[in-house]
Structure formats: structure tokens, C-alpha cells
């Protein structure tokens, strides 16, 4: 069977129109069907795996044995289309758009500002309209699950739920009230003249959600559903066929004579394994015809469920049943309904299979364990008849295999009713709270003897101690027969420890915490079955405290800014939150990103071939078979490049394509360009690259420093005199953190397309980067052609945050060259691994110090070493290390302070910029010393910092004057707003009344500077066009990467040209508009473009002020119309001269910045000590940017900017095999902040009455600082940390590094627990990752 062989024609529908497919391939996923064949881009590519949610679209379909439709959402990249036949689907076009009528959810989330880049909108859409279909009046508890497994780098979550909270029955409500903490609670510290407070939006607005709006489910469809004479259905494709059988006998058959053949049912394991491994399954089966995989009997000892059934289905079954019994039978029923709410997310659960869950054999999957601990059983069919198997520990043999024989197909699964005195329950630690595969998980159950404590029988599995589940069974026979109680646990956990044992190097790493996690998760049973016995009246024992789940409920939060004066213009759009100006488009998927320009004739995709090798040279490279395969056009080599072979930045050279040498896994070598994105990835896989290893490759900063390998320059800067004032403090302290780096993670991957314009060697190429200037000369340095050959075109970018700023001209090169030597369009996106892998992220650093401070807690002398971990190329480096030593001060006046910074040279890939550009290693390095000093003095740190900030009129290290006044009153306000003072007594008190848990709270200043230190930077044109019928266009140098830079030009323009907004366009940004432009980047897009656009905008009004005059109460359009025959030229250019900031690292002075942003943050954290565990449930940030231009928009970059520094110090870890090769290259292994991570109430204050002469309208730059104050979070986890350690007898500082992980904050509590870990001697082994 093959492509060719006539198949059968699979149908289904998409937003109500029939789509038909003869040629159906089953390799094709919704998602490329969707963008490339029917062009319906308002779909996303995020991952490619199912863990962002940028690709959700909802799916329909007709169950005739019931006879209702079910709707729900799916991640269209990993659904076949060959498992659609039958199903409607709805995208983000089908509910609404633009032309027609907006969808309520779309309006919502727009007008609630929870789009900024747009990119994750139409996946966040779709997850709320697929809860919607089933639920108009969702929970908030419904709405974070819809969510969960939606990513949004942009927005912090907050904007988006508040957007989706009005669709809520009790709209303001958190809805636990009368529960706990409920938001009504706490109303009157907000709600003084709440009315008169200005609001972000208003709900009164919104659209009504009216359900009989919505498409039809198609009537066509149930008539197939319902006829009688199903068929079996065959698809053949490229290299790939599908079977659907239709009943359990031909599957059986099916399945017998192609044993290899995956039942494919949600993709969800076999997906990721062919897309990710290159795994090939010549034949697929798809059972999901079969009835009798869905069929749920209940019997008198439980309940049968169909293996075929969906994890989602699993759960309500299960959450229908367990009322219905006496708590006592349904332990496991809700053990499950725990563990399944905790399982990836709401799209995957949709269609993840429960008999698919179990034959994937995970090493740590959820169910199993529970399953397993909890006797359930499978029938399994095969041609050889049916039989019943236990799953128990000889039912999970290794990694992905179960004791059944390969034809063996399970129907369904056992889950028995539990008795009186039996108890289960499921528990799990992972990375992030929720879509986040478990680092430890486990089943327990335990069965008394008639009320008594003595234990008849036991039963515990983990998941994540193994290559598959596995069982405690030696545990288990230490308690069994015995009295539950301290000695016999206190056995089994000694038991537990010689059992469960992983070597040091065992895959995954974080062998410690995984150990300990057994040890704990054992003892938080044995806690919550102590709490039942107890209930029963079985034992009378004084308990330990209980354990309750971490507070979860995200409560309405505040965002406070200032009125616009009462005599402002109402015209006037200048300080108000006006809506990002694409946020509809982007809620209705109408907003064009890079890969959504439609494909022009003969386009070539290319693919990048890269560096397995960190240090080695390239003996040969063989591009001979990927040449001969299908659809390959040809292999880019360097050979090829008619130009500079090197990308030239701030002096600085990078090379395009590794031609003899590589010096890190991921170094590009070759790019490979083919008809479609699949032949191309194909040809890149089948190019063939010999190496010799070079000696002794570098990756960590001690590996630098060992052996002295630094880019230069390195710099030093120093006021008064360290080694004096060493001599005369009251207390010396050395220390040393540790901060881990960060990718980008932009939702929309780097994408480019270059398209040659067919004569006179020119190039116009649409580029998703933040510097088209920089774009446009690599193109033409690369090709050899002047720069007026080439322009460079960004209408928007789905995030950048400095990821897009200098790598993109690289691969923007690349693509040209390939357009150049085919004479085609090339389209080049990178897949999400891809991009991870050679682009670079943040950089690591190593901070090492030495302070010296008296008893009252001044600070007398610092010396802080910063090393960075540059990677394999200088890029941006010598600029971070610069911002790094500019930023060492902070808030604070430390009379001697001496700082170096290097930027180490590794093998590893080149890192690059990332938004606040080495100010957020910097400053922890500074506050985590200072937090040393508050212990050892045993001072709170708030007051430790409070003496040595700088009052009155002060001077910065480098000689730069300013006034600390707002700095001081951001501290203030933030100490009030917070009510920190009673706070910080609450916590103490709670940490007293608790043992494993425990409460931090910290409060931590910023002072930022704005604007680039390099002069020449620091400028901005802008180009304005009205065109007769008096509509304006407005270009300027700034791109839109969901900052909002295009809405405030359009305030700009509005105010200086006194005309709404509505008049005003802005289409792209391009280097033939507005020439030589600096980056959009160092919080300096307004400050700068806002300038130029002024500029222009004041030059047009000017001219047409004879016109006005001569007609005074005249249209705009009027006086636009009478300039045209006068013949007034109605186009200007702006431009705006910056200010001519410098720094002299020779004299180590200057004026580095126009200005600084101030703000201080509090936060709140609750530590689960026995898993690291934590939630946020408060976070109040106070800043002073001046008289914002909009407030939305600035707000939303606060909490953005808030979030991603949360993640950054506590959540994101990049991790490196010990050969250089990133393991973390999608959302599955790494882990940005999700829904689960927003604070519970999160308030943002922006500073009233403050003003800035230095920048427009007396705004001040917000993009970058507030991603420091994320490492508020770490400071209240290090908080609760020390209590938990104090319990413990543990006093003095202590090492965390960052980011505070659940595994480094859990082991730095010392529990009892983790002291029993015994710990490998360093250098005793190789361990599985390595430390940057
Ligand atoms: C982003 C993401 C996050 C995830 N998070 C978690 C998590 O937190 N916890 C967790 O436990 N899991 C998690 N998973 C794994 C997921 O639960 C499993 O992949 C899923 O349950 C497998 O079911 P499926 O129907 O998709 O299997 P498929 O991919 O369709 O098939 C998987 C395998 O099972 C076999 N199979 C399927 N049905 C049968 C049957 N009836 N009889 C015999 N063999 C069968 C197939 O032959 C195939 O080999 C996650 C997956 C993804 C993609
Ligand atoms: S693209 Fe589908 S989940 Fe990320
Ligand atoms: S708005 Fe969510 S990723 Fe940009």
C-alpha cells in the first residue's frame, strides 16, 4: 500500500463547510491542513507537541447512542486529519470576525487587554469558546482548567482571565466565598470611592454570549453517524497508511496481522514520537470506530471503562459516579479524578486514551501508578481469545513496555469500588503545577484490618523512579501485618530509601529530590490516612498538622493608575488605556504574522542542518542523499555565499554557516530548501556530517575561569576603596549564586521569507525581528549588494523579548542566500527545538562576592565578580556585561563598591538579548548579598535595605546625579499598599503554627536605567502620510512585538494632529519608509519613535495652519482636501535626536541612561516544604513611570515583564547534556509560567503624580524593568525556606540558586527527609546534566 493507491475520500467539516480529501495522508496533522491547505491562518504553530495551546481549535461530534453532540477543545498539531471523518471542527475564523459580527469571547479578551502580541489569542479563544459550548456559565475554577494548557509569554494570564471572568455567573467573585479566602473578603481595603477609580475596561460594553448564535453542528454529519452500514475507512499517503476498522473482530484481525501497527487513538504518544524522534509507522490502526472501546459497564465490585475512552471522559465518568456511593467505595474513583485534573492539559486530556495512557508505560505516568496501587485490571483481546491482566509491577516491564504480547489490544479497564478501612490516594510533584509531566508520582493504598490500624494489605507505586512504574514492594511488606503508626513508617522510610535507589547519573537528573520526594510523598500519606483513621475514630493520636492543598483560587485583582487632567480634550487619547490597536484581529486570527503571508508561486521552505559536535572540525559534509530526495531543491552550504560569510554587529562577527570548525551543538552548517516543509526537514535529516573532536570543549563559567578562556573586552568598575574599607567594617562575608539562564520562548518561532523581485539583484524580505536596519545590511553584506537593494518588512512579531534582535539577521541571511541561488521565494520557520536550540537564550551567570558591613546594618564596601555565560560568540555579550556593572547599585548607596564582569567564551550556543539585558543577573546578585547580610545580622532584609538606599540628592558608582526621591516613594507605597508590616507578623505567625508548611514574604526595589548607553542608538525617524480623503499613515522605526509601540504612536498622532484615532493607520514597519533604525529594544521604543512621530505630526499641523485659518470651523477632511489644491505637501518625516549618553570605562564614569524607572514589588509566597512546591498568593508592585501615555498598555507590560521574571527565578531551567547538547527544546521539558503560576491577587499601582521631562508627554520606559521584581518571588521562597530550615535548627545563610525549583527550595528546607538522601561526591560520577 502506498501514496497513489486509490484510498477512501475522508470528510469532515471546518466552520461549517464540507471539506472532502481524497488524498488524505495520514502524516498530515490539522494544524498544517488547516494553515497550508485551506489558508486558515488564525490557527498557531507554537510546539508542535501539544504544549502551548497556540494550535487549539474545537472539535464536534454526534453520539448517535446518546444522540448529543459533544464539543471540545484539541491541539490541531498532534489530530491527524485522518482521525476526522465524521467530526466538525471550529476554528478561531468560525466564531467570528471582523467582516461579520466578533465573538464575545474574542471581544472579551481583546477589550480586557489579554492579547498583546497576539500570537496565543486564537488558542486562548478557542479554549474558552470550547468551554463555553458546554458550560455559558463557567467557574473560575472552570476557566483556569480551560486555560492551563494555553502558553502566553506576553501577558502574565491576569488580563486574559479577567477578560474571561465576566462570562462567570457571579462575574467579580472568586467564588469561595464562604470557603476560605474569597476576594469579597477583602473589598474594604479596595473599595474606598471605587467608582471613581478608573477602570481598564468596562464590562458594561461587552457583548451578551448568546448560544443560539453559534454555527450548527452540521446536519450532514449526524446522518453519517446514524447510517447503519459504517464502513471500514483506508487512507494511504506518502510514506504512511491508515486503517479505521469498525468493529472489535476486524481490529482484532487487523492488529494480529500487523503487530507493529500503533493503535493511534489521540496521538498524543505516537504524535510526538514521529514528529520529534523521526519515528515511521508504515501502517497506523485506528480504533476510534470501534464501539466496544468506549463501552462503561458498572458491576457490584466497580466500574469497567472502555480503553478507548478519553482521559476528560475518565474524569466526569468518574466525578458522576463518586456521589453516588458511600465515600468509603470511591477512594480510588477519586484518587483518579485528583491525578486526572493534574494530567497535561485540558486538550490533551480530550483525546489521550486511557488504554493509550497505559501502553505508553511512561516512566512517570499518572495513571499507572494509581492504577496499579489501586488493583485495577485490563481485558485484553487478540486473535488467541480474551483474558484478564492485573496491572501490577509485573505488568510494566521497561520504558514503553507492558507485559502484553504486541497483537494484544486492551477493550477496557477495571477500577474497583474500595471498602470500609481501605484508602487511596494519588499524589505528584512536577516542574509546574499544572501541564507538566510529574518528576515523582505516586499510587498508595492501604487496607485495615476491621477498624483497627493494623495494616491487612498495602500497595504503593511510583512513577519517575524508573524507566517505567514501579512498585514499593519491599516497603510495602515492612508495614504490612503491622500497627500503622511512627515506628513502622519510620521503618518503611528506611525501607523506601535502600529500595527505590537511582544512580547519580540516571536520566532526568535531580536524583536527590526524586529520592527524597518518595520518602516525603510516603509521609504525606501517611498523614492524610492518619487524618481518616482519626475520623473514624479508630485512633485517638494528637496528629501532626494536616496537610491541605496549596491556596489555588486567583482572586480580582487591582491595577490603579492616574486620571487623565479633567481638561483634557475627550478627543484626546494620550493617558488613557486605549486597547492595543490589533487586539481584535488578533482575537479573530485575522492578525498576519510572518507565516501567515500567503505562499507565492514556486516558494521553497528551507530547514537548518546543525551541530551535533560541540568542539569539533567538519571533515566532511555529504549532501548527496538529501539531494536525491523528494522535493529537495538544494543544500545551502557556505560556499554559497556570495559575500561576507560573517554577521558584523557593534563591531562584533558571526559566522553564517560553520564551514571547517563548529564550536557548539546547534552551530548551523548547512540549510536545505524543498518544495514543502516535510521534504525539507526530511533532506535535512539525511545529510550526512563527519567530525573529529577537538579537545577539551568549555562549558561552565569554573571551566572559564580554569582555563582563563573570556571574550574581551572585560570590564571593571570601582568607587572608593574596597580593600580599605574591608578593614575597618564590623562583620566581613563572602558568597557565591548561581543564576541560570533563560529562553526566550516568543510564542511565534523566528520566521522569515525572502523573496527575490526578479530583476536588478533586489530582495524584499518579510522578517519577524525587532531591527530591520540590522536585517536589511546582513542581507546585503551576505549577497554582496548594496543596501538599497534589500528592504526589510515587519508588519508584527508574536513576542521577542531581545531574542529577535541580532540572531535573526543571521537566519534572515541565510534565507537569502538560498533565494539568491535558486532564484525563489524562501520561507524559513524555525520549528520550536530548532529555535531553542541555535538561537541562544539569556545569559547564565556565576556571581560570586565579598561584603563588608557594620552592626547597624549599613553596607560599607562590596566586591561582586559577575561571570556570564556568553556561549560560542560575542553577539550582544560585551554590552550585557557593561549594563550589568551600570545596574551593581541598584537602589543603593554603598560608598565602596567594585565590580567585574566577563563574558566567558564556552562551547555552548551563542546567547543573546533578553529583556532587561543582564540587569536581572545583576541586581540578585546584589539583593541575594544583601539578604546574606540581613540573616547574619538577624535583621529583617526590608530593613537591611531600607538603610542603605540612596536619599536625597545622590550619585551613582559611575558619577551619574539623580534623584532617588521616587525610588524612595515607590518603597513607601508599596510597604503601605501591601500593609507589609502586619503581612510579614502574619507569616511569622503562620510559620510557627505550621511544620511543612510555611509562608515568605519580601519586598525588593528597583531603580532602572532607560535608554541605549551607545549615543548613536538613541534616535528614531518617522514617516507621516495624509492622504487626501484625510486618512493618515503612520510609519516609524519601532516594531510591534506586542509592546504596544503602534497603539501609542497612534495616541501621538492623534493628540499632535488633533484628529481620533480612528483616522489613523499604521501598516508595517520598513526600511523603505524609515531608514537606519535602532533597535526596538532598552525600554526606549516610545521614548524614541514617540519623538519622531510628534515630530512629523507637529511639521504637518504646522503647514496646515493657513488652511485652518483661513477656515476655522472646517473639517479635518476639509482642510486636508483645500491643502491638496494648494498644493501643501501632506507628508513629512520626523526624526528625534536622542540624547548623548556615554559611558568612559576608562575613567569609569558617564551618563549611561536619559533617566530611571523606578518600582518596588511585595510578594507572598506558601511553600509546600516536603516537594518545593509553592504558590504566590500576593503580589503588589508600585511604579513610577512618569504620566504613562497608556496605561492598558503599560500595565500590561508590568505584569508581563513581572511573570516572566517570575519564571525566570523560579520556574525556567535550561538544561545541557555533558557533551553540550541543550535537553530542553519545547514546552514539554521547559517550562514557562502558565495560568497556574499567575499570584492569587495581583495588584499593580502605578505611581501618581510623577513626571519626567526627559521623555515624551513625561512617560518613562516600562518594557524591561519589572522582570527583576519576579525575583521577588524567589526572595519569599528563600524566606519560607529559612523558617522551614529554622525548624530544623538551621540558622545562617544558605545557598539557593536560581531558579528556586520546587527541587532546589525542597532540598534547601532539610527536611528529615532530604537529610536521609545520601549525596554522590561530586566528580565520583558524570551527571546528567551539567551545572551552567
Ligand atoms: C503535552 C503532553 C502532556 C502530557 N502530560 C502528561 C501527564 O502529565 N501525565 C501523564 O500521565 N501523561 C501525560 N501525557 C501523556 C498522555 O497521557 C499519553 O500520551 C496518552 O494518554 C496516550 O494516549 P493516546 O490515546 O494519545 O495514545 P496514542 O498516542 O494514540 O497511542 C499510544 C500507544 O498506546 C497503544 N494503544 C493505544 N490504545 C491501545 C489499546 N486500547 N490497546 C493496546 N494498545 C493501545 C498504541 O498502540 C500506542 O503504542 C502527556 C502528553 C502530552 C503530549
Ligand atoms: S502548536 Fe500545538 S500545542 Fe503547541
Ligand atoms: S499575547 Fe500571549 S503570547 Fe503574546
Not at 498538622?545 to 482572586?555: H, K, M, S, V
Not at 566532511?620 to 559575500?643: F, H, M, W, Y
Not at 551576505?782 to 529577535?804: E, Y
Amino acid at each position: 500500500m502506498s501514496a497513489g493507491t486509490e484510498g477512501d475520500t475522508l470528510c469532515f467539516f471546518i466552520n461549517g463547510k464540507k471539506v472532502t480529501e481524497n488524498h488524505a495522508d495520514p502524516e498530515t496533522m490539522l494544524l498544517s491542513f488547516l494553515r497550508e491547505k485551506l489558508r486558515l491562518t488564525g490557527t498557531k504553530y507554537g510546539c508542535g507537541g501539544g504544549g502551548c495551546g497556540a494550535c487549539t481549535v474545537m472539535v464536534s461530534r454526534y453520539q448517535p447512542a446518546t444522540k448529543t453532540i459533544i464539543h471540545y477543545a484539541v491541539n490541531a498539531c498532534l489530530l491527524p486529519i485522518c482521525q476526522l471523518h465524521g467530526a466538525a471542527v471550529t476554528t478561531v475564523e468560525g466564531i467570528g470576525s471582523t467582516k461579520t459580527r466578533i465573538h464575545p469571547v474574542q471581544e472579551r479578551i481583546a477589550k480586557a487587554h489579554g492579547s498583546q502580541c497576539g500570537f496565543c489569542t486564537p488558542g486562548m479563544v478557542m479554549s474558552m469558546y470550547a468551554l463555553l459550548r458546554n458550560k455559558p456559565q463557567p467557574s473560575m475554577e472552570d476557566i483556569t482548567q480551560a486555560l492551563a494548557g494555553n502558553l502566553c509569554r506576553c501577558t502574565g494570564y491576569r488580563p486574559i482571565v479577567d477578560g474571561c471572568r465576566t462570562f462567570c455567573q457571579e462575574a467579580n467573585c472568586c467564588q469561595t466565598n464562604g470557603g476560605g479566602d474569597c476576594c469579597l473578603d477583602v473589598k474594604d481595603e479596595t473599595d474606598e470611592q471605587d467608582d471613581e477609580k478608573p477602570q481598564l475596561f468596562n464590562k458594561d460594553e461587552f457583548l451578551p454570549l448568546d448560544p443560539t448564535q453559534e454555527l450548527i453542528f452540521p446536519p450532514e454529519l449526524i446522518l453519517m453517524a446514524e447510517s447503519s452500514n459504517l464502513k471500514t475507512l483506508t487512507f494511504y499517503g506518502e510514506r504512511t497508511s491508515w486503517v479505521s476498522p469498525t468493529s472489535l473482530d476486524e481490529l482484532v484481525q487487523l492488529r494480529s496481522s500487523n503487530p507493529k501497527a500503533p493503535l493511534v487513538m489521540g496521538n498524543t504518544n505516537i504524535g510526538p514520537d514521529m514528529k520529534f524522534k523521526g519515528v515511521l509507522h508504515p501502517l497506523i490502526i485506528s480504533p476510534t470506530r470501534v464501539l466496544e472501546l468506549f463501552d462503561v459497564t458498572q458491576t457490584a465490585q466497580g466500574v469497567w471503562v472502555g480503553a478507548g475512552c478519553s482521559l476528560s471522559e475518565v474524569q466526569s465518568l468518574l466525578e458522576k459516579l463518586a456521589p453516588q456511593f458511600p465515600e468509603e467505595k470511591t477512594e480510588l474513583f477519586r484518587a483518579l479524578i485528583r491525578q486526572l485534573r493534574n494530567l497535561g492539559s485540558q486538550q490533551i486530556r480530550n483525546v489521550a486514551s486511557l488504554g493509550g495512557n497505559i501502553m505508553s508505560a511512561y516512566p512517570n505516568s499518572d495513571l499507572n501508578p494509581v492504577l496499579a496501587a489501586g488493583n485495577c485490571k485490563v481485558s485484553v483481546v487478540s486473535n488467541g481469545g480474551r483474558r484478564e491482566v492485573h496491572l501490577n509491577q509485573d505488568f510494566f516491564v521497561s520504558f514503553g513496555k507492558t507485559v502484553l504480547k504486541p497483537e494484544e489490544i486492551i477493550v477496557s479497564v477495571f477500577i474497583p469500588f474500595t471498602r470500609e478501612g481501605e484508602f487511596v490516594s494519588a499524589l505528584r510533584q512536577a516542574p509546574r503545577k499544572e501541564g507538566a509531566f510529574a518528576t515523582v508520582t505516586t499510587g498508595m493504598r492501604v487496607f485495615f484490618s476491621e477498624r483497627s490500624r493494623v495494616v491487612q494489605e498495602v500497595s504503593i507505586y511510583y512513577g519517575g523512579m524508573g524507566p517505567t512504574t514501579v512498585s514499593a514492594a519491599k516497603t510495602c511488606a515492612a508495614i504490612v501485618s503491622k500497627p500503622w503508626d511512627d515506628e513502622t513508617l519510620g521503618r518503611a522510610y528506611d525501607v523506601l530509601l535502600d529500595e527505590l535507589v537511582l544512580p547519580p547519573s540516571a536520566p532526568g537528573g535531580k536524583v536527590e529530590f526524586r529520592r527524597s520526594l518518595t520518602l516525603s510523598l510516603l509521609f504525606k500519606f501517611n498523614l492524610e490516612v492518619l487524618q481518616k483513621l482519626r475520623e473514624m475514630n479508630v485512633i485517638k493520636d494528637e496528629l501532626p498538622e494536616r496537610i491541605r492543598p496549596l491556596p489555588r483560587d486567583i482572586q480580582p485583582s487591582l491595577q490603579e493608575y492616574q486620571h487623565v487632567s479633567k481638561d483634557q480634550s475627550a478627543q484626546d487619547p494620550v493617558g488613557r488605556p486605549i486597547m492595543h490597536r490589533s487586539a481584535i484581529s488578533q482575537a479573530t486570527g485575522e492578525a498576519v504574522y510572518c507565516d501567515d503571508i500567503p505562499r507565492t508561486d514556486g516558494e521553497l521552505f528551507m530547514a537548518v542542518v546543525t551541530s551535533s559536535r560541540a568542539h569539533a572540525k567538519i571533515t566532511s559534509l555529504d549532501v548527496s542523499e538529501a539531494l536525491r530526495l523528494p522535493g529537495v531543491v538544494d543544500v545551502i552550504t557556505a560556499k554559497d555565499i556570495p559575500g561576507k560569510k560573517v554577521r558584523t554587529v557593534f563591531g562584533y562577527d558571526e559566522e553564517l554557516l560553520a564551514e571547517s570548525q563548529v564550536s557548539c551543538v546547534g552551530q548551523m552548517i548547512c540549510a536545505v530548501v524543498a518544495d514543502t516543509k516535510a521534504h525539507a526537514k526530511r533532506g535535512a535529516a539525511a545529510v550526512k556530517i563527519s567530525y573529529e573532536d577537538l579537545p577539551d570543549p568549555v562549558f561552565t563559567a569554573e571551566d572559564t575561569i580554569e582555563k582563563s578562556s573570556f571574550f574581551e573586552p572585560r570590564r571593571v568598575i570601582w568607587r572608593g576603596n574596597v580593600t580599605e574599607a574591608f578593614k575597618t567594617v564590623d562583620q566581613l562575608h563572602e558568597g557565591e549564586i548561581r543564576m541560570g539562564g533563560q529562553e526566550h520562548f516568543y510564542m511565534e518561532t523566528q520566521s522569515m521569507l525572502v523573496v527575490p523581485v526578479g530583476e536588478e539583484t533586489e530582495f524584499k524580505a518579510y522578517v519577524s525581528t525587532q531591527w530591520p536596519t540590522l536585517t536589511q545590511d546582513a542581507i546585503a553584506d551576505t549577497l554582496n549588494i548594496p543596501s538599497n537593494r534589500v528592504t526589510c518588512h515587519v508588519k508584527r512579531m508574536g513576542g521577542a523579548f531581545g531574542g529577535k534582535v541580532t540572531k535573526t539577521s543571521i537566519l534572515a541571511s541565510i534565507t537569502a542566500v538560498a533565494a539568491l541561488k535558486t532564484s525563489r521565494a524562501v520561507r524559513f520557520v524555525l520549528e520550536r527545538g530548532d529555535d531553542m536550540l541555535i538561537t541562544g537564550a539569556r545569559h547564565p551567570v556565576l556571581g560570586r562576592y565579598k561584603v563588608g558591613f557594620m552592626m547597624d546594618g549599613s553596607i560599607v564596601a562590596a566586591d561582586i565578580q559577575y561571570y556570564t555565560n556568553a556561549g560560542n560568540s560575542i553577539d550582544e555579550s560585551t554590552l550585557v556585561v557593561e549594563k550589568i556593572l551600570l545596574h551593581m547599585d541598584n537602589a543603593y548607596n554603598i560608598p565602596n563598591l567594585h565590580g567585574r564582569a566577563s563574558a566567558c567564551r564556552t562551547n555552548l550556543p551563542s546567547n543573546t538579548a533578553f529583556r532587561g539585558f543582564g540587569v536581572p543577573q545583576s541586581i540578585m546578585i546584589v539583593e541575594n548579598m544583601i539578604n546574606d547580610v540581613a540573616v547574619l545580622l538577624g535583621r529583617p532584609a526590608d530593613q537591611i535595605r531600607e538603610i542603605n538606599m540612596y536619599k536625597g540628592p545622590s550619585v551613582t558608582h559611575y558619577k551619574m546625579e539623580f534623584s532617588p526621591e521616587n525610588m524612595l516613594r515607590c518603597w513607601d507605597d508599596c510597604k503601605v499598599k501591601s500593609d507589609f508590616s502586619a503581612r510579614r507578623k502574619a507569616v511569622d505567625q503562620f510559620n510557627q503554627q505550621n511544620r511543612w508548611k510555611k509562608r515568605g514574604i519580601a519586598i525588593i526595589p528597583i531603580k532602572y536605567g532607560i535608554a541605549f548607553a551607545e549615543s548613536f542608538l538613541n534616535q528614531a525617524g518617522a514617516l507621516v502620510h495624509v492622504y487626501k480623503d484625510g486618512s493618515v499613515l503612520v510609519t516609524h522605526g519601532g516594531t510591534e512585538m506586542g509592546q504596544g509601540i503602534h497603539t501609542k504612536m497612534q495616541q501621538v498622532a492623534s493628540r499632535e494632529l488633533h484628529i481620533p484615532t480612528s483616522k489613523i493607520y499604521i501598516s508595517e514597519t520598513s526600511t523603505n519608509t524609515v531608514p537606519n533604525t535602532c533597535p526596538s529594544a532598552a525600554s526606549f521604543g516610545t521614548d524614541a519613535n514617540g519623538m519622531a512621530v510628534k515630530n512629523a505630526c507637529m511639521i504637518l499641523y504646522q503647514r496646515l495652519e493657513p488652511i485652518r485659518q483661513k477656515n476655522p470651523k472646517g473639517s479635518w477632511e476639509s482642510w486636508i482636501n483645500a491643502a491638496y489644491f494648494e498644493k501643501i505637501s501632506l507628508s513629512a518625516t520626523g526624526f528625534y535626536r536622542g540624547p548623548d549618553l556615554y559611558m568612559d570605562w576608562d575613567k569609569m564614569e558617564g551618563q549611561p541612561y536619559a533617566y530611571f524607572t523606578y518600582a518596588t514589588c511585595c510578594c507572598e509566597v506558601e511553600l509546600d516544604c516536603l516537594t518545593g512546591d509553592y504558590r504566590t498568593v500576593r503580589t503588589d508592585i508600585v511604579v513610577d513611570i512618569g504620566r504613562s501615555v497608556n496605561p492598558s498598555v503599560d500595565i500590561g507590560q508590568i505584569e508581563g515583564a513581572f511573570m516572566q521574571g517570575l519564571g525566570l527565578y523560579t520556574l525556567e531551567e535550561l538544561k545541557f547534556s555533558p557533551s553540550g547538547l541543550l535537553y530542553t527544546r519545547g514546552p514539554s521539558q521547559y517550562k514557562i509560567p502558565a495560568v497556574c503560576d499567575v499570584p492569587l491577587r495581583f495588584n499593580v499601582y502605578l505611581l501618581p503624580d510623577s513626571s519626567n521631562p526627559h521623555a515624551i508627554y513625561s512617560s518613562k520606559g516600562i518594557g524591561e524593568p519589572i522582570v527583576f521584581l519576579g525575583s521577588t518571588v524567589f526572595f519569599a521562597i528563600k524566606d519560607a525556606v529559612a523558617a522551614a530550615r529554622s525548624d530544623s535548627g538551621l540558622v545562617g545563610p544558605f545557598s539557593l540558586d536560581s531558579p528556586a525549583t520546587p527541587e532546589r527550595a525542597c532540598l534547601a528546607c532539610a527536611s528529615p527527609f532530604t537529610k536521609k538522601i545520601p549525596v554522590s561526591k561530586p566528580g565520583s560520577f558524570k551527571p546528567w546534566a551539567l551545572n551552567i
